[in-house]
């Protein structure tokens, strides 16, 4: 079974709109973190937001927020007011505890985004 | 402050040719990471170091596959006997490593491989 399920290669948004990428996630560990990043054209990994098993609040990094939603295995990242700056492959990761906290990360495969005007 | 720095940036080599790629992580962190991507695809983990050693290599996709990293810093993936397949960017990460404490990853900029 794949541990990250990204269903949406593509997604198109129109600038200063929000939009929702999902990503969904398979683990029997109590203990786990999820991530997104952002890979632009120019092909760096750049960290977006994380968010903890046991934290009681979804995250939020500036206009990146988590919608996490522990029993339905879900993870989904918000961008609001979207800039074409925006557009990028986003992919979710997950570390799950019992491997080691400074473990592997397993991902997800990527969703592109193309904002436009 | 520095990021994690890799190289060579590009490289092309002839099959059956032995490659090095070279990673020197941000100062500090502890843990570094070997990940492949291949065309249009998600990245897939190759090793994992802690310090100088090596606890999960489950990764690695064959014996032609090896990695070293000296002094708790600079780290070097080897391919040797290079076949088409190999053809992917190689990505490393960095981070910090304190137990129970999950922290994220930092990428460098990635070496594209290309084996004619």
């Known amino acids: 079974a794949q541990k990250i399920t990204q269903t949406q290669p593509g997604m198109f948004v129109q600038e200063k709109e929000a939009v929702t990428l999902d990503c969904t996630y398979d683990?029997?560990?109590?203990?786990?973190?999820l991530f997104w990043y952002k890979q632009p054209s120019s092909g760096e990994m750049i960290f977006l937001i994380y968010q903890g098993s046991y934290d009681q609040q979804n995250a939020t990094e500036g206009r990146y927020s988590l919608n996490f939603q522990k029993a339905r295995k879900s993870a989904n990242l918000v961008i609001s007011a979207s800039q074409l700056g925006d557009s990028a492959m986003y992919f979710c990761a997950m570390r799950e505890a019992h491997t080691g906290t400074a473990s592997k990360l397993t991902f997800g495969t990527g969703t592109r985004l193309q904002v436009t005007l | 402050g520095a990021g994690v720095s890799q190289s060579p940036s590009n490289k092309v080599t002839e099959k059956g040719k032995d490659v090095e790629l070279r990673c020197d992580p941000i100062?500090?962190?502890?843990?570094l990471y070997w990940y492949r991507q291949s065309l249009g695809q998600g990245l897939e983990f190759l090793i994992y170091?802690?310090?100088?050693?090596?606890?999960?290599k489950s990764g690695l996709p064959s014996d032609r596959f090896s990695a070293e990293r000296t002094g708790g810093s600079v780290s070097t993936l080897t391919i040797q006997r290079t076949q088409q397949e190999d053809s992917a960017v190689y990505l490393c990460?960095?981070?910090?490593?304190?137990?129970?404490?999950?922290?994220?990853?930092?990428f460098g900029p990635g070496t594209r491989l290309t084996v004619t």
């Open positions: 990460a960095s981070s910090l490593a304190l137990a129970g404490v999950i922290y994220e990853q930092y």
């Open positions: 170091f802690q310090g100088n050693s090596a606890p999960d």
């Open positions: 100062s500090g962190h502890t843990a």
């Open positions: 683990t029997s560990d109590p203990s786990y973190g």
